[in-house]
């Protein structure tokens, strides 16, 4: 929204007066007097009125190393979930960008912005998710080509893009899946007569895991991080 719409939205104060207020230095955005009433101030702008805060709402861009057992939900009656790994204060405001199952481990994005992890998780934008798993039986000679063709997923009735296989060891692989169907990386290997026995998230787009993180703990994500997505 344009500054001065947003001066005399958030006022009492009319359109003609919010501009000359502008006009007249009264007014910052995170922290810098601005005089262009045409400055785009988005929803995590900071904005003051002769110091007064307008508003005030604070990003925050975490990434979570899950343990397994934890669910990908705010709360629950009977399971832990990721939400209580991360700092009470910060709770309520963020949701998760990209679930994982309980019995899965690894990246976890949490975030406030929803925007921004929209572009992260929306099927059409094909962000790569890279895992690494291990499976019940040996990886058989055609899954890589399996998965690159796409499977058929009949409850939501479409065909999975194509997905790139690195095996790493008898039943032991990478595989970077374009969307986060639930169940995707399960039911992948379901169709193709194998089961998953352990699942772990390293990546999102360009956002890894890395190894410094330990299991439950979490960081926020860096500016570059941050950019990286859209
Ligand atoms: N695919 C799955 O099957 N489970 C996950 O947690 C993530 C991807």
New binding site residues.
């Given amino acids: 929204m344009r500054l001065d719409r947003f001066i005399s939205k958030h006022t009492e104060h009319s359109h003609q007066t919010a501009r000359l207020l502008v006009a007249r230095g009264r007014v910052r955005v995170n922290q810098q007097q601005v005089h262009d009433l045409r400055a785009d101030i988005d929803r995590f702008a900071t904005v003051t009125l002769d110091g007064e805060v307008l508003q005030e709402n604070t990003a925050h861009y975490l990434m979570l190393h899950k343990p397994v057992g934890y669910l990908?939900a705010t709360r629950d009656p009977c399971h832990p979930t990721v939400l209580e790994l991360v700092a009470p204060e910060l709770r309520p405001c963020l949701h998760i960008g990209g679930?994982?199952?309980r019995?899965?481990s690894g990246l976890l994005i949490l975030t406030n912005d929803g925007l921004w992890s929209r572009r992260l998780t929306e099927p059409k934008l094909k962000v790569p998710?890279v895992?690494h798993l291990r499976t019940a039986a040996p990886i058989s000679a055609e899954t890589a080509h399996r998965f690159a063709e796409g499977i058929y997923l009949s409850y939501e009735d479409l065909t999975t893009s194509p997905a790139q296989l690195q095996q790493l060891g008898e039943r032991e692989a990478r595989l970077t899946?374009y969307e986060?169907?639930?169940?995707?990386?399960?039911?992948?290997f379901t169709a193709v007569g194998n089961r998953?026995v352990a699942?772990h998230?390293e990546r999102m787009g360009s956002i890894d895991l890395g190894e410094d993180l330990s299991s439950g703990a979490y960081r926020a994500l860096t500016p570059i991080e941050i950019a990286s997505v859209g």
């Fill in positions: 990908s679930r994982l199952d019995s899965t998710k895992y899946i986060g169907r639930y169940h995707q990386v399960k039911r992948m998953i699942l998230r």
